[in-house]
């Protein structure tokens, strides 16, 4: 809103950043689900949960690398609706450095969000595998966003109950 109005951005162009950025949280966030599920076999409930992660890992991958090289390619000039919405405006403008950059700046804070979890249990002189953390955390983090009860109260806690009881 802020820059709609001092700079005269339209808001759909402004949104295409925001969407890029959770684009690319959603991408660490499975990512790093993958990684922790080479390291660990999360389950809930008795149902194994590595090959879903590792599956949705790959294809998230590809279809990102995929996106890129379209990008870069200016694929999406061709499709008039695609260059026209100023949804996609990042996507149509950027360079894939542009990307790498994003991807690389929102690093940390998936490393310290996907960490943290490891050193708060040493204070309760608890240990846990780092495997397990890193294949639970994103599943944990992906299931609060589920709008099944308000603000998903609830929802978080039992993912974290089920995937870390062991």
């Known amino acids: 809103f802020f820059l709609n109005r001092k700079k005269g951005i339209p808001f759909l162009k402004i949104s295409s950043v925001i969407l ?3 684009l690319v949280d959603l991408y660490w ?3 790093f689900a993958g ?3 080479l390291i660990a076999d999360p ?3 008795g149902v194994a949960l ?3 992660i590792q ?3 790959l294809t998230s991958t590809i279809g990102g690398i995929f996106l890129t090289i379209l990008a870069h390619l200016r694929m999406g000039e061709k499709i008039p609706w695609f260059k026209n919405w100023s949804l996609f405006y990042v996507l149509h403008e950027g360079h894939i450095r542009h990307y790498l950059t994003t991807l690389l700046e929102r690093l940390p804070m998936h490393l310290v969000i996907n960490s943290t979890l490891y050193f708060l249990a040493w204070g309760f ?3 846990l595998s780092i495997g397990s953390i890193l294949s639970s955390v994103p599943i944990i983090m992906l299931v609060g966003t589920i709008p ?3 603000g998903g109260l609830g929802t978080v806690q039992i993912a974290t109950v089920e995937l870390l009881k062991n």
């Open 50 to 52: 590595k090959r879903p």
């Open 29 to 31: 966030v499975i990512t």
């Open 20 to 22: 890029l950025v959770t």
């Open 35 to 37: 990684i922790g599920s």
């Open 148 to 150: 099944i009860t308000p």
């Open 55 to 57: 599956l949705i890992w």
């Open 125 to 127: 002189h608890s240990h």
């Open 43 to 45: 389950m809930i409930s």
